[in-house]
């Protein structure tokens, strides 16, 4: 975040706190109305949920213009199937954020989700390539939210040649 005399200013993540954490944040961020940040992290999280993962399987978290640091949700794997986000979130009109996680969900292929203000996580969609090649596994890129409020993404795995697919999501 610049200010106007040029200057810069740096928050850390900090994966040493207890309890719920941001761990290793590999996607970017995005800027609400008011300045705040929002991001993911691959790791982190609340490690005493039931993801059976001491690395966490990752977090939603919230950056505030002072550089206070908020985990708004923590992924967990169920079964020790990790839930690892590894795209960003995107921010609708409404406060809600959406974003993709690469693995878990009721198939183990990954998950598009929604977190609504509240808190409230929802699984949009569970991606499953089994189905006839035509679903998509393992999506990593970010999304983009059309004009219409449909959802668009890619998945590294499944389609009709295993190779990943482009996917819309309508809302």
């Known amino acids: 975040m610049g200010s106007a005399g040029g200057g810069s200013r740096t928050f850390a993540i900090d994966g040493s706190a207890v309890g ?3 761990d290793l944040p590999a996607a970017g961020l995005i800027q609400d109305p008011s300045g705040n940040l929002y991001g993911t992290t691959q790791y982190g999280g609340d490690v005493s949920r039931e993801s059976n993962d001491i690395e966490g399987c990752g977090a939603v978290f919230r950056v505030n213009r002072s550089g206070g640091e908020t985990v708004l949700y923590s992924f967990t794997g169920g079964g020790g199937r990790r839930m690892s986000p590894y795209a960003g979130v995107i921010q609708d009109k409404l406060g809600n954020l959406y974003g993709t996680a690469s693995i878990g969900g009721a198939n183990n292929g990954g998950t598009l989700f929604e977190l609504d203000p509240s808190g ?4 949009l969609y569970s991606f499953n390539s089994k189905v006839g ?3 998509g596994e393992g999506p990593e890129g970010d999304l983009l939210l059309s004009p ?3 959802l668009y993404g890619v998945t590294s795995h499944g389609g009709a ?5 482009v996917f819309e999501i309508m809302m």
Not at 120 to 123: A, E, F, I, Q
Not at 161 to 165: F, I, L
């Open 148 to 150: 219409a409020g449909n």
């Open 161 to 165: 040649h295993q190779s990943g697919v």
């Open 133 to 135: 090649g035509r679903d």
């Open 20 to 22: 719920p954490r941001a």
């Open 120 to 123: 409230t996580l929802t699984v």
